[in-house]
């Protein structure tokens, strides 16, 4: 091995001219220094805004640092970074949010009579709904990391040994997948991925208690992104219901519980109840994949940075 080193070596420096009596060394090329990217919306720089639902340029004004702008006309004057923006266009929830370098497309989440607000805030922000003696609860959105492409959902080998049980968990992985795959991301039952959730049958888990509760998911946040997941169901029968098993992996995902008795996050199971997410419940995850988590209601992103680092959830059902 020296020997190949110093031959090495010895080419090397005959190759730049270091052998002694050749030509002259030639000078080093030096690579012209990178400009550096502006921070920031510099002067010229079009802002967009965009239909959450269907992709669409929308047209309108919105405030940044306290300036009314154009959307789609090219900006007068440079925004530094971290500036404040405030966006309220008719049919869409009010957005408020930061300048951020090369983000020069602001999607908008729809305020509409096929999505009206009280859906959203239900389904994307509510961990408690009010009731007598109790106050609604509104917490920042909290879903799977954007970087998780997969997730595993790995049943217990008791339920594993139960062919029922088995054929709801194939058939709500279906589901979910059926209804995510523009968003890329798969479940799969078994095996690994980016995420795995372990789901398990266990009546006298804590939870299980209160009679009434079907089945829970406990998670765990980091920076307002689940991190880890575990679904218990509180009996065999109800391991065996592909309603229940897609419903707590729409909490694994991220989602509460929704108005809708037709939706898979309705909080009670009804033969109304979809198997998998209905059309407005894939589109709220994929505005919630759009979305930074620790966004608070309504469309608030500009303190999500500050969100809990570490936190654990139980969603009881």
């Known amino acids: 091995m020296r020997r190949a080193s110093a031959a090495l070596g010895f080419l090397f420096l005959s190759a730049c001219g270091g052998g002694g009596g050749g030509s002259p060394t030639s000078p080093a090329v ?59 266009i ?114 006298s888990a804590g939870s299980c208690v209160d009679r009434s509760t079907r089945a829970f998911t406990s998670l765990s946040l980091s920076n307002a992104e689940v991190v880890w997941a575990e679904i218990t169901y509180c009996g065999t029968a109800i391991s065996s219901t592909e309603g229940t098993v897609a419903h707590e992996l729409g909490h694994a995902f991220g989602l509460w519980h929704s108005l809708d008795p037709s939706d898979m996050m309705y909080p009670f199971a009804r033969s109304s109840r979809a198997v998998g997410p209905t059309a407005r419940e894939a589109l709220t995850m994929s505005l919630m994949r759009a979305r930074r988590p620790g966004t608070q209601w309504p469309d608030n992103d500009r303190q999500s940075a500050a969100a809990a680092a570490v936190l654990v959830e139980t969603v009881v059902d």
């Not at 012209?32 to 340029?57: C, H, K, M, N, Y």
């Not at 008791?158 to 890329?184: K, S, T």
């Open 30 to 88: 030096v690579p012209p220094a990178a400009t550096p990217r502006p921070s920031g919306w510099p002067a010229g720089t079009t802002i967009q805004l965009v239909d959450g639902d269907t992709g669409r340029p929308v047209a309108g004004t919105f405030v940044v640092a306290g300036a009314t702008v154009q959307a789609g006309a090219p900006l007068g004057a440079a925004v530094a970074e971290g500036a404040t923006v405030d966006i309220t």
């Open 90 to 203: 008719p049919g869409f929830l009010a957005r408020q949010t930061l300048v951020r370098t090369g983000e020069t497309q602001l999607l908008l989440w729809p305020d509409s009579s096929a999505m009206p607000a009280d859906y959203t805030r239900a389904l994307v922000y509510t961990s408690v709904r009010a009731s007598p003696g109790v106050l609604e609860v509104l917490s920042p959105m909290r879903r799977l990391p954007t970087r998780t492409r997969t997730v595993a959902v790995v049943p217990s080998a008791a339920i594993q040994g139960d062919p029922e049980a088995m054929d709801a968990h194939r058939a709500a992985v279906d589901a979910l997948n059926a209804a995510l795959a523009p968003l890329g991301l798969s479940f799969r039952l078994g095996g690994t991925g980016d995420l795995s959730i372990p789901t398990r049958v266990d009546p």
